[in-house]
Nanobody
Framework: QVQLVESGGGLVQAGGSLRLSCAAS????????MGWFRQAPGKEREFVAA????????VYPDSVKGRFTISRDNAKNTVYLQLNSLKPEDTAVYYC??????????????????WGQGTQVTVSS
């Protein structure tokens, strides 16, 4: 059974930092692209970052570039998202997801096969 389990969310003041983790299990993800998305109330799910599990290629949207960092630990089968210089508009549920690597990097949620349950990030002003 494939599982993506996020952790690390919480309440933080503006300017603060959090590190989110996504523990992957149930299959081999070496050929997959691992992505992070977020969804705020009343808004569509938004792409935040992606990394190719093998090779380490990384993609960010301009909205988080320079503030968020995605990384992976192959030995732990875990993907991380470091959130720095957080702003109130970063408040959302953050989701980890996995897409087949053959599709290439994609920001489209429907192309991701597996999803975690999400972890809440709240940034106070």
């Amino acid at each position: 059974q494939v599982q993506l389990v996020e952790s690390g969310g919480g309440l933080v003041q503006a300017g603060g930092s959090l590190r989110l983790s996504c523990a992957a299990s149930g299959r081999t993800f070496s050929s997959y692209i691992m992505g992070w998305f977020r969804q705020a109330p009343g808004k569509e799910r938004e792409f935040v970052a992606a990394i190719r599990w093998s090779g380490g290629n990384i993609v960010y949207p301009d909205s988080v570039k320079g503030r968020f960092t995605i990384s992976r630990d192959n030995a732990k089968n875990t993907v991380y998202l470091q959130l720095n210089s957080l702003k109130p508009e970063d408040t959302a549920v953050y989701y980890c997801a996995a897409a087949p690597g053959i599709l290439g990097f994609t920001i489209i949620p429907s192309r991701y096969d597996y999803w975690g349950q999400g972890t809440q990030v709240t940034v106070s002003s």
